[in-house]
């Protein structure tokens, strides 16, 4: 007999995610994953300016920040018409490629390196043989045996004191736990390291978009002028600090993320096995070098990969209605024309109909509807999304840049390809796509500069902004990569005012519940044989979920009907 155990809330830093899971002689048979909040943006924006929607929709999260921003600003452009300068483009460019860098760093290090990094464990390790495994992977500066043990007297100050801070409530000691001491120690310190680095990166944002998390944008470009001796425009000291910030960017992920994540894969290569889940992956694409028009020239190309089939990637088409489709069958939603039927977004609804037990509760209905999350598909299919189908898109697209960085790493690892269908391959793909993202900010930061030295300072296109210019009717979609995958909004336009909009979100395709069909989405299906060795601290489980990052707050605090707080989960 199956024993039910639930994870709730199952991630670090944005909760609202339940995962319950049926494990059987050691192993998952299956699993069911819940969004249990609500956020209804889609209701928000209704009847409201479209050129104000991208101020909405990035307040879905502090952690995406700039991405919702991104896709709303494309949806109202295409459906407007609207082509934009070159410049903007790069500013674009650079600002989701300063997103991606802080964000992915903070992934491995604060969101899923503790899932392999026992921390408390690195009171035991020898600071003198860190110091020299440090050496032997990295030239990076903070590498001295005097560091390693400054940095373990803290922690064991923390330790000793019953209160362990940011790294309390780990399953600390866990037998599946297989680094040396000596490396948990050099994980913790580069933990700490990684929290200060973050918030450097992140003034790039606040260079072109004002402030961060929540930069600013615009309808038609970029909200920020270049004139290269005026203080209170992009001048050459502010685009001086935005090389320097992408430089040394460039060096942490290079001298530290890199090497600490193949040190980490290298004594888990056994979950290049482990937690494969749906054989389908989709992307958008993003990061256009000839104009958001030409997605053929994107850094990061579109399509779909079916079956694990690396030989062919099939096209996406945003506004084909045939093609995606949102349902909601296990969805505490409900349609005007019945519940099992699939709808694109153009066509969306968003009624809400709860249904479920009162919180608290012990276990979910999963025969009817249990989640707060719709459920997109593609062509009736389920899609992983995420760095590992952007990189597994690109492969099989060809991109020479991309296979030489998954090759070189597969050959690191002494690792065939199909590593890459699992749980490691995941994590590993973040980080390889990293080196990337740092090495393609160094292309349109050059090209930015090249622009502005031969006269080209145009930032903004405002030729439609008047509403008397625009159709009585117009539809648009805004297609992009969030850092956790494949985002996109739909926008109806009617009457100068938004008629309907719709987000779906990466985590959308990755933690959505079954489709009428009994189709899993990618988190359920991940989970499906994953060996438990201990149902009271499922560490395995954290790892399979957070190698995804999850992140359910652009996805769906629950109310009851009269908007009193009824529930609070306790985050680990």
Known sequence: MANRIVVDPITRIEGHLRIEVEIKDGKIVDAYSSGTMVRGFE???????????????????????????????????????????PNAELIRNLMFCAQYLQDHVVHFYHLH????????????????????????????????????????????????????????????????????????????????????????????????GGKNPHPNYLVGGVPCSINIEE????????????????????????????????????FYKDWGGIGGGLSNYMAYGDLPVNGYADVAQFKFPRGIILNRDLSTVHPIDGSDAEQ???????????????????????AGETNLNYTGPKPPYDYLNVDQKYSWLKT??????????????????????????VKEVVNGALAALNVPVGALFSTLGRTAARGLETKLIALWAKEFYDQLLTNIRNGDTRTANMEKWEPATWP??????????APRGALAHWIVVKDQKIDNYQLVVPSTWNASPRDPQGQRSAYEASLIDTPVKDPEQPLEILRTIHSFDPCLACAV????????????????
């Open 472 to 481: 009585k009717e117009a539809k648009g979609v805004g297609l992009t990569e």
């Open 43 to 85: 209701l928000i924006l209704k009847g409201r300016d479209p050129r104000d929607a991208w101020a909405f929709t990035e307040r879905a999260c502090g952690v995406c920040t700039t991405v919702h921003a991104l896709a709303s600003v494309r949806a109202v452009e295409d459906a407007l018409k609207i082509k934009i300068p």
């Open 113 to 208: 390196a503790l899932d392999w990094v026992d921390v408390v464990s690195a009171l035991k390790a020898d600071p003198k043989k860190t110091s020299e495994i440090a050496q032997s992977i990295s030239n990076w500066p903070n590498s001295s045996p005097g560091y390693f043990s400054d940095l373990q007297k803290r922690l064991k100050t923390f330790v000793d004191s019953g209160q362990l801070g940011i790294f309390a409530n780990g399953y600390w000691g866990h037998a599946a736990y297989k680094l040396p001491n000596e490396v948990n120690l050099l994980g913790v310190a580069h933990y700490l390291e990684a929290l200060e680095w973050q918030k450097e990166i992140v003034k790039v944002h606040t260079i072109f």
């Open 376 to 401: 997109p598909r593609w062509k009736g299919m389920p899609m992983e999304v995420g760095p590992l189908s952007r990189l597994l898109v690109a492969y099989a697209s060809g991109r020479e840049e």
């Open 231 to 266: 203080s209170n425009a992009i001048n050459a000291e502010r685009l001086a600090m935005v090389g320097r910030l992408f430089e040394e960017a460039k060096e942490f992920v290079e001298k530290v993320y890199l090497p600490d994540l193949v040190a980490v894969a290298g």
């Open 324 to 346: 995606i489709q949102e349902f909601i069958s296990h969805s505490w939603y409900t349609y005007s024309d019945g519940d099992e039927k699939g709808k694109h977004p153009w």
């Open 557 to 572: 605090h629950v109310y009851d009907e009269k908007g009193t707080y009824v529930h609070q989960l306790q985050t680990f």
